[in-house]
Nanobody, 115 residues
């Protein structure tokens, strides 16, 4: 099994920055890619950014140029650096790990951006 523990959420003013962390433990050898999703109040969960085992990244159009996803393989941790935050970035951010035989979600961390 794989466990994901997120941290780094909080309250920030518009224009500010936050960095989210997601630490993976357990049977991580089966993980191919990891990503960050978010769910705003009353909306569906959406992909924010993803990173493959090889380091390829992809981003939602709404965060391109502002958010950066990265991974530290030695620490089995994925990060989401969020800059120039906007009120519409508010939501619960979930870490996801996926592989051929698994898909795991973290418990979520709340990000609130005030105007």
């Amino acid at each position: 099994q794989v466990q994901l523990v997120e941290s780094g959420g909080g309250l920030v003013q518009a224009g500010g920055s936050l960095r989210l962390s997601c630490a993976a433990s357990g049977s991580i050898v089966g993980i191919n890619g990891m990503g960050w999703y978010r769910q705003a109040p009353g909306k569906q969960r959406e992909l924010v950014a993803g990173i493959s085992r090889g380091g390829s990244t992809n981003y939602a159009d709404s965060v391109k140029g502002r958010f950066t996803i990265s991974r530290d393989n030695a620490k089995n941790t994925v990060y989401l650096q969020m800059n120039s935050l906007k009120p519409e970035d508010t939501g619960v951010y979930y870490c996801n790990a996926a592989g051929r035989y698994l898909e795991v979600w973290g418990q979520g961390t709340l990000v609130t951006v005030s105007s």
